[in-house]
């Protein structure tokens, strides 16, 4: 695993634990992005694009 991703899973983790430390399960982003939970849970164990990525963080309030 190069940096970068070893940065995006760093970033996703933490974006996680902000969304848990809210109580916010991914089925309540997954209703604020307009999508499932199961987007959620592959943007969290993935490599988002960045307006995925971008929506993910304005549902749990980061931006």
Known sequence: MDTI???????????RRIRRKKHLSQKDVAEKMGTTQQVVSKIENGNPSIRTFYAYCRAIRVI
């Not at 991703?5 to 974006?15: A, G, H, P, S, V």
């Open 5 to 15: 991703e070893k940065d995006i899973t760093e970033i996703l983790y933490n974006l």
